[in-house]
């Protein structure tokens, strides 16, 4: 279970994406680049707008706001005008403008005739069908003339402009070369009047984390929302200024905030919080904020990394947790048993979730670190698999040549050490260690020998314990944050601090309301 990348990704102005990390070893250099999405948008500004006027469908309240719709809505019916700068209708306009939804995705337009595009006639069209799906928050249906004249038939005589080979618009630029060519379909090369306009308000629940962490559509292992802003119900309700519901930060990192959200009708007794929980990726240590804070404000971009569901470019706004006024809040650790750690599907509810590995005696449960973790490189003699030396030290690092990672294309050498590692409960691939500080902690259910599972902890933050030296020694507990990389199909648990690490005698796991927390409070004007 080690990691087997090394991968750092850069976005390059795309407003999308954000700046990226190491995740791994080995190196993957991953650069996004532009967003990919043409310029429609027309040379010259327009005097011209669209009036988008509902007249059917559900548009909630703010004090009533409709459930997020995972599934399409019922069609809105929609009238649409092409309006002059004098606000008269344009009777000469007698082209397409495509439909959009923000937030949302446009599901039909007409059920589905020209896609999302509408054919305006003498500037007007009326009792157009549009529905949305994944819509939340105040939502608008959006209208612009991107100069999109869609075809049918791409095989009709003449072709479209878009795809027949001539500069039609005489700009000097053809087909896909042109800006005005929004797809090869398309019957005009120009960008169109760039007109728009939106709908009055639409009235949907914000999401909460388990919405973004997709509970409902994707089991956890993926957002619904990809690449969209999302403003999160922490539960905090502005025209009360008192929290309905609590959303507390249970865990910082060097590069984020770990956030849980205490009410949900998915909670588990047995396991814990359900999808309740979110990583929001700051890039570096965040500030003026700590474990114990109530977040009253959580706006970011959400995305999947790597498989693992995070905000980015995130936006907050906390209350301090003082311990003169109310408790801590952080949940108590979920506790992973064995045979958890087969359950992609429980594993996935508990990502970003503080959880546990702990000996139990009364249920039969040991961990311990993985005894097989060395510096030294396994030799042919064995085919490069580890191995102990002459001394009993074991042999781990699997990058034989020394150049900083682990060539997955040298199936006879490297590969087959690290597969080799991978396959063995007890080994911990040295380099993999080196680089991320990742290591196998071992889960045994005592009464069944074939019950074993291979956990893998990470440590940095706790500065007091050395898997190294503590390599094959029992454990109490080994708590922290539950992250997920998809590269090597692994979970992993982040220690916050020395606190969650407990392996001297005598230890016990310390609870959620004392450990890795500021026992004065986190109020900076009070330090």
Request: with cysteine; net charge negative.
């Given at each position: 279970?080690?990691?087997?990348?090394?991968?750092?990704?850069?976005?390059?102005?795309?407003?999308?994406?954000?700046?990226?990390?190491?995740?791994?070893?080995?190196?993957?250099?991953?650069i996004?680049?532009?967003?990919?999405?043409?310029?429609?948008l027309?040379?010259?500004?327009?005097?011209?707008?669209?009036?988008?006027?509902?007249?059917?469908?559900?548009?909630?309240?703010?004090?009533?706001?409709q459930?997020?719709?995972?599934?399409?809505?019922?069609?809105?019916?929609?009238?649409l005008?092409?309006?002059?700068?004098?606000?008269?209708?344009?009777?000469?306009?007698?082209?397409?403008?495509?439909?959009?939804?923000?937030?949302?995705?446009?599901?039909?337009?007409?059920?589905?005739?020209?896609?999302?595009?509408?054919?305006?006639?003498?500037?007007?069209?009326?009792?157009?069908?549009?529905?949305?799906?994944?819509a939340?928050?105040?939502t608008?249906?959006?209208?612009?003339?991107?100069?999109?004249?869609?075809?049918?038939?791409l095989?009709?005589?003449?072709?479209?402009?878009?795809?027949?080979?001539?500069?039609?618009?005489?700009?000097?630029?053809?087909?896909?070369?042109?800006?005005?060519?929004?797809?090869?379909?398309?019957?005009?090369?120009?960008?169109?009047?760039?007109?728009?306009?939106?709908?009055?308000?639409?009235?949907?629940?914000?999401?909460?984390?388990?919405?973004?962490?997709?509970?409902?559509?994707?089991?956890?292992?993926?957002?619904?929302?990809?690449?969209?802003?999302?403003d999160?119900?922490?539960?905090?309700?502005?025209?009360?200024?008192?929290?309905?519901?609590?959303?507390?930060?249970?865990?910082?990192?060097?590069?984020?905030?770990?956030?849980?959200?205490?009410q949900?009708?998915?909670?588990?007794?047995?396991?814990?919080?359900?999808?309740?929980?979110?990583?929001?990726?700051?890039?570096?240590?965040?500030?003026?904020?700590?474990?114990?804070?109530?977040?009253?404000?959580?706006?970011?971009?959400?995305?999947?990394?790597?498989?693992?569901?995070?905000?980015?470019?995130?936006?907050?706004?906390?209350?301090?947790?003082?311990?003169?006024?109310?408790?801590c809040?952080?949940?108590?650790?979920?506790?992973?048993?064995?045979?958890?750690?087969?359950?992609?599907?429980?594993m996935?509810?508990?990502?970003?979730?503080?959880?546990?590995?702990?000996?139990?005696?009364?249920?039969?449960?040991?961990?311990?670190?993985?005894?097989h973790?060395?510096?030294?490189?396994?030799?042919?003699?064995?085919?490069?698999?580890?191995?102990?030396?002459?001394?009993?030290?074991?042999?781990?690092?699997?990058?034989?040549?020394?150049?900083?990672?682990v060539?997955?294309?040298?199936?006879?050498?490297?590969a087959?050490?690290?597969?080799?590692?991978?396959a063995?409960?007890?080994?911990?691939?040295?380099?993999?260690?080196?680089?991320?500080?990742?290591?196998?902690?071992?889960?045994?259910?005592?009464?069944?020998?074939?019950?074993?599972?291979k956990?893998?902890?990470?440590?940095?933050?706790?500065?007091?314990?050395?898997?190294?030296?503590?390599?094959?020694?029992?454990?109490?507990?080994?708590?922290?944050?539950?992250?997920?990389?998809?590269?090597?199909?692994?979970?992993?648990?982040?220690?916050?601090?020395?606190?969650?690490?407990?392996?001297?005698s005598?230890?016990?796991?310390l609870?959620?309301?004392?450990?890795?927390?500021?026992?004065?409070g986190?109020?900076?004007?009070?330090?």
């Amino acid at each position: 279970m080690q990691y087997r990348y090394f991968a750092l990704a850069l976005a390059l102005a795309c407003p999308r994406r954000g700046l990226r990390r190491v995740v791994g070893p080995g190196l993957l250099l991953l650069i996004a680049g532009a967003c990919g999405q043409k310029n429609t948008l027309p040379q010259q500004p327009t005097s011209k707008r669209i009036v988008v006027t509902i007249t059917g469908g559900t548009l909630g309240t703010p004090a009533a706001p409709q459930p997020i719709n995972f599934s399409p809505s019922n069609a809105y019916t929609v009238h649409l005008e092409m309006r002059n700068e004098d606000d008269t209708v344009d009777t000469d306009f007698n082209s397409f403008v495509r439909i959009s939804s923000k937030p949302g995705t446009v599901y039909t337009v007409n059920g589905g005739q020209d896609g999302r595009n509408v054919q305006l006639v003498n500037g007007v069209a009326d009792n157009v069908d549009v529905t949305i799906v994944a819509a939340f928050g105040q939502t608008r249906i959006w209208a612009q003339d991107i100069g999109y004249v869609p075809v049918a038939d791409l095989t009709r005589n003449p072709p479209p402009q878009c795809a027949n080979g001539l500069d039609d618009d005489g700009d000097g630029r053809v087909d896909s070369a042109d800006p005005g060519c929004f797809a090869p379909n398309d019957d005009d090369e120009t960008t169109g009047t760039g007109a728009l306009g939106v709908s009055d308000l639409i009235y949907y629940a914000r999401p909460r984390i388990a919405d973004v962490r997709g509970a409902t559509t994707t089991g956890g292992t993926g957002t619904p929302f990809p690449y969209e802003q999302v403003d999160i119900d922490t539960g905090y309700d502005l025209t009360t200024n008192a929290f309905k519901w609590d959303t507390v930060v249970t865990g910082l990192a060097s590069d984020g905030f770990f956030a849980t959200d205490l009410q949900n009708a998915t909670n588990d007794p047995q396991k814990g919080l359900m999808y309740n929980s979110v990583f929001a990726y700051t890039f570096s240590a965040p500030t003026k904020i700590g474990v114990c804070d109530r977040l009253r404000l959580l706006q970011a971009t959400s995305s999947d990394f790597f498989g693992y569901t995070e905000l980015n470019f995130p936006t907050w706004a906390v209350e301090y947790w003082d311990p003169q006024v109310r408790p801590c809040l952080v949940p108590e650790a979920t506790v992973l048993a064995p045979g958890d750690w087969n359950n992609a599907s429980l594993m996935f509810k508990n990502e970003s979730g503080l959880v546990r590995v702990a000996t139990d005696a009364a249920n039969h449960v040991a961990i311990h670190v993985g005894g097989h973790m060395g510096s030294g490189r396994p030799t042919s003699a064995t085919g490069f698999k580890p191995d102990q030396d002459g001394s009993g030290n074991w042999r781990t690092n699997c990058d034989l040549n020394g150049d900083g990672k682990v060539n997955f294309s040298d199936t006879n050498g490297e590969a087959a050490c690290a597969n080799a590692c991978e396959a063995d409960v007890e080994c911990t691939e040295f380099s993999s260690f080196s680089s991320q500080g990742g290591f196998a902690i071992v889960v045994q259910d005592t009464q069944t020998a074939t019950n074993v599972a291979k956990a893998q902890g990470e440590a940095t933050a706790a500065t007091s314990f050395d898997p190294v030296i503590n390599a094959g020694q029992p454990l109490t507990s080994f708590t922290g944050m539950l992250r997920y990389f998809s590269g090597g199909n692994q979970f992993t648990i982040q220690a916050r601090c020395d606190d969650d690490v407990r392996f001297k005698s005598g230890d016990l796991p310390l609870d959620s309301s004392h450990a890795c927390v500021n026992q004065n409070g986190n109020n900076p004007e009070q330090q």
